[in-house]
């Protein structure tokens, strides 16, 4: 079975940086993409940034130049660096990854549980 396992959240003064980190457990053969999404309080979950499986980055509008993600398609890894954190990047952050083949999932999506990252001063 597929888990997605998160680390990294907490709280911050504005101005301030964290880093989330994220990995896949099991057996995982290929995958389309790995990232994060966020759900703050009384809003819908947004993208924040994804990193497909050669590479390729996207970010929401939102957090463009001041959000960084990487990963290790091999060990099937994904960090997000986040940088100059906003009140209004308070949310839980959900880890996700899609399109992933393995002896336990044809081509399934899975999720994290999520992680809160707080913004406050």
């Known amino acids: 079975q597929v888990q997605m396992v998160e680390s990294g959240g907490g709280s911050v003064q504005p101005g301030g940086s964290l880093t989330l980190s994220c990995t896949a457990s099991?057996?995982?053969?290929?995958?389309?993409?790995m990232g994060w999404y966020r759900q703050a309080p009384g809003k819908e979950r947004e993208l924040v940034a994804k990193i497909s499986s050669i590479g390729e980055t996207d970010y929401g509008d939102s957090v463009k130049g001041r959000f960084t993600i990487s990963g290790d398609s091999a060990n099937t890894t994904a960090n997000l660096q986040m940088t100059n954190l906003k009140p209004d990047d308070t949310a839980v952050y959900y880890c996700?990854?899609?399109?992933?083949?393995?002896?336990?999932?044809?081509?399934?999506?899975?999720w994290g549980e999520g992680t809160l990252v707080t913004v406050m001063s």
């Open positions: 099991g057996k995982i053969f290929t995958f389309n993409t």
């Open positions: 996700y990854a899609d399109g992933v083949w393995g002896p336990k999932s044809p081509g399934k999506d899975h």
